[in-house]
């Protein structure tokens, strides 16, 4: 059974703060890569950041030197940590797994809504 399960998300005031977190299980947690999404309403789904079992990882140019994506490959967890938080953060952000940073994702979560005024 495979399963991404996504926690953390509320509502904050622009500069806040925000650690999302995504709990992997069954297949999803043996995938390389793992990775951030958002979508704002009446847009598309966007990367926001991913990392990979090697270690690699990258960020969406808006959320640079603001958001660190790491993993806890003990617990099988992946965590994205906001910081100075802006009102254009606000979304869905949905947690991948899939086969590289970039690629097709394989399985997702069912979101988490972050709010930012």
């Known amino acids: 059974h495979v399963q991404l399960v996504e926690s953390g998300g509320g509502s904050v005031q622009a500069g806040g703060s925000l650690r999302l977190s995504c709990a992997a299980s069954?297949?999803?947690?043996?995938?390389?890569?793992m990775a951030w999404f958002r979508q704002a309403p009446g847009k598309e789904r966007e990367e926001v950041g991913c990392?990979?079992?090697?270690?690699?990882?990258k960020y969406a140019e808006a959320v640079k030197g603001r958001f660190t994506i790491s993993k806890d490959n003990a617990e099988d967890t992946l965590y994205l940590e906001m910081s100075n938080l802006r009102p254009e953060d606000s979304g869905t952000y949905y947690c991948g797994t899939g086969p590289l940073c970039g690629a097709k994702m394989w399985y997702w979560g069912q979101g988490t809504q972050v709010t930012v005024s």
């Open positions: 990392i990979e079992d090697e270690g690699y990882s």
């Open positions: 069954g297949s999803a947690s043996t995938s390389n890569c």
